[in-house]
């Protein structure tokens, strides 16, 4: 079975780099047609797709957070970070990595999550 496990500071400051780690088991991240992503969730914003990166070459952010973000795939580790720039007391949320192919299955399998809080 896939099992994906987010880890990283639970705590950054503002305007600083927020940095997770996702550690996949039972898959392998260079699988072709399968999409690694991170989703956030807040009060204030519910859930929020963050974006995917796929080992075929496939990439998205969400508009609203491209330049900010960047999703990367470590094949030796087989595992996938997620790095959000500058980030404001806004970025507070429970990060989530997924797992998924196309269609109804594209989020999957989430991660249990972790919050982050940026807070000074």
């Known amino acids: 079975q896939v099992q994906l496990q987010e880890s990283g500071p639970g705590l950054v400051k503002p305007s600083q780099t927020l940095s997770l780690t996702c550690t996949v088991s039972g898959d392998s991240i260079t699988t072709n047609s399968v999409y690694w992503s991170w989703i956030r969730q807040s009060p204030e914003k519910g859930l929020e797709w963050i974006g995917y990166?796929?080992?075929?070459?496939?990439?998205y952010y969400n508009p609203s957070l491209w330049s900010r973000a960047s999703i990367s795939l470590d094949t030796s580790k087989n595992q996938f970070a997620l790095q959000l720039n500058s980030v404001t007391p806004e970025d507070t949320a429970v990060y989530y990595c997924?797992?998924?192919?196309?269609?109804?299955?594209?989020?999957?399998?989430w991660g249990q999550g972790t919050q982050v809080t940026v807070s000074p």
């Open positions: 997924t797992r998924g192919t196309t269609g109804a299955a594209f989020f999957l399998s």
């Open positions: 990166r796929n080992p075929s070459g496939g990439l």
